[in-house]
């Protein structure tokens, strides 16, 4: 009658355990490659416009390390501190980016864009993930709780068998088994590091992630798109100049300077995409304010919106400046191509 043997019950324990531990190695892949893809994107974004920006910029590249890093730990360990780290560096992530969309940080105010959507998505789902997996405990700490209390029930059955034949069952009743069992409860870590149930895990994360991406959609629906924010100016609106950095430079009517870039043609914009939320195009057609002595003219986007030209180059603003007076997309090289102030002589 070995059919509840102590040992059989703990291999029969880690059978049933072995799925539960496939899954946590899947959570933990990908949770990982959600970070890994965040990281991705905004290392892009750094490379392709943000690195330019104050404060901003700094901020990008550290989310761009702490996300590497937080997805190499998570394959590279089962820790449920590094999956708590890193669904919390994910929610924290998507707030900077919901601040910076509905009131801005730091001077600087993010546009919508195809890539902060699908960010802002991703870091939701990562959060999602690593939390469930944070908030449970390990496979091996199930199968290893659950053979203890069994062994114990074991054990208790088994010493009261003994005593209805030997007469042992009041040391059983007053320190054996039942002793045991409660030792093993006395033992049992709190909440807080054993995890909680997979429902209220599920739960609780759902909830998050439901309020998470409820805020991205307001925030996002009450964000300017690229093209609104560059349309700071309108057919009635005239172009002026500014002296920045000792040179007298084309702004708009709202002050922000504007820029041509170099791969541009004087009929033909190459600026589309990505690019084009970074580098809003102006939309014509303006008028020549004081000082403006080049030629105006529109050429017609591909979706069919009018650019201002000036002397045979395409117009753009820069959401790297926040202001008036601000020059940060002046000479770079970026989304492409080189940047450049429009000297009202050229």
Same mark, same amino acid.
């Given at each position: 009658?070995?059919?509840?043997?102590?040992?059989?019950?703990?291999?029969?324990?880690?059978?049933?355990?072995?799925?539960?531990?496939?899954?946590?190695?899947?959570?933990?892949?990908?949770?990982?490659?959600?970070?890994?893809?965040?990281?991705?994107?905004?290392?892009?974004?750094?490379?392709?416009?943000?690195?330019?920006?104050?404060?901003?910029?700094?901020?990008?590249?550290?989310? /761009?390390? *702490?996300?590497?890093? +937080? !997805? @190499?730990?998570?394959? $590279?360990?089962? =820790?449920?501190?590094?999956? %708590?780290?890193?669904?919390?560096?994910?929610?924290?992530?998507?707030?900077?980016?919901?601040?910076?969309?509905?009131?801005?940080?730091?001077?600087?105010?993010?546009?919508?864009?195809?890539?902060?959507?699908?960010?802002?998505?991703?870091?939701?789902?990562?959060?999602?993930?690593?939390?469930?997996?944070?908030?449970?405990?390990?496979?091996?700490?199930?199968?290893?709780?659950?053979?203890?209390?069994?062994?114990?029930?074991?054990?208790?059955?088994?010493?009261?068998?003994?005593?209805?034949?030997?007469?042992?069952?009041?040391?059983?009743?007053?320190?054996?088994?039942?002793?045991?069992?409660?030792?093993?409860?006395?033992?049992?870590?709190?909440?807080?590091?054993?995890?909680?149930?997979?429902?209220?895990?599920?739960?609780?994360?759902?909830?998050?992630? /439901?309020? *998470?991406?409820?805020? +991205? !959609? @307001?925030?996002?629906? $009450?964000?300017? =798109?690229?093209?609104?924010? %560059?349309?700071?100016?309108?057919?009635?609106?005239?172009?002026?100049?500014?002296?920045?950095?000792?040179?007298?430079?084309?702004?708009?009517?709202?002050?922000?300077?504007?820029?041509?870039?170099?791969?541009?043609?004087?009929?033909?914009?190459?600026?589309?995409?990505?690019?084009?939320?970074?580098?809003?195009?102006?939309?014509?057609?303006?008028?020549?304010?004081?000082?403006?002595?080049?030629?105006?003219?529109?050429?017609?986007?591909?979706?069919?919106?009018?650019?201002?030209?000036?002397?045979?180059?395409?117009?753009?603003?820069?959401?790297?400046?926040?202001?008036?007076?601000?020059?940060?997309?002046?000479?770079?090289?970026?989304?492409?191509?080189?940047?450049?102030?429009?000297?009202?002589?050229?």
């Amino acid at each position: 009658m070995n059919r509840g043997h102590p040992l059989i019950v703990v291999k029969n324990m880690s059978a049933q355990h072995g799925p539960a531990i496939g899954w946590r190695l899947l959570l933990r892949v990908i949770g990982a490659g959600l970070l890994i893809a965040t990281a991705a994107i905004h290392l892009d974004l750094y490379l392709t416009g943000y690195n330019s920006i104050a404060t901003i910029g700094p901020l990008f590249l550290f989310q /761009v390390i *702490a996300a590497f890093a +937080l !997805g @190499g730990l998570m394959l $590279a360990t089962a =820790s449920r501190l590094v999956a %708590a780290l890193g669904a919390g560096f994910a929610l924290s992530t998507l707030g900077g980016y919901l601040l910076t969309v509905q009131f801005g940080l730091f001077g600087f105010r993010e546009v919508r864009t195809t890539a902060g959507i699908v960010a802002g998505i991703i870091e939701v789902l990562a959060f999602a993930v690593l939390a469930f997996y944070a908030a449970t405990p390990a496979a091996e700490a199930l199968a290893s709780g659950s053979a203890r209390s069994d062994s114990a029930k074991l054990a208790a059955a088994a010493a009261a068998r003994r005593g209805g034949v030997g007469g042992t069952s009041d040391r059983v009743r007053g320190g054996g088994a039942g002793a045991t069992s409660a030792a093993v409860r006395g033992r049992g870590p709190d909440w807080l590091t054993a995890g909680v149930s997979r429902p209220l895990a599920a739960a609780g994360t759902a909830v998050v992630s /439901v309020v *998470a991406l409820g805020l +991205l !959609g @307001g925030a996002l629906a $009450a964000a300017g =798109s690229a093209a609104s924010t %560059a349309s700071s100016t309108s057919s009635s609106a005239a172009l002026k100049t500014a002296s920045i950095g000792g040179m007298t430079v084309l702004v708009n009517s709202a002050g922000r300077t504007l820029y041509w870039f170099a791969p541009d043609t004087s009929n033909k914009s190459a600026c589309y995409g990505s690019c084009a939320a970074y580098w809003p195009p102006v939309p014509g057609p303006l008028k020549a304010g004081p000082g403006v002595t080049g030629t105006l003219a529109t050429i017609t986007r591909t979706d069919g919106s009018t650019q201002e030209t000036y002397n045979g180059h395409p117009l753009y603003a820069y959401i790297g400046d926040s202001g008036p007076g601000q020059a940060h997309g002046n000479n770079l090289n970026l989304n492409g191509g080189l940047w450049h102030v429009v000297p009202v002589s050229a």
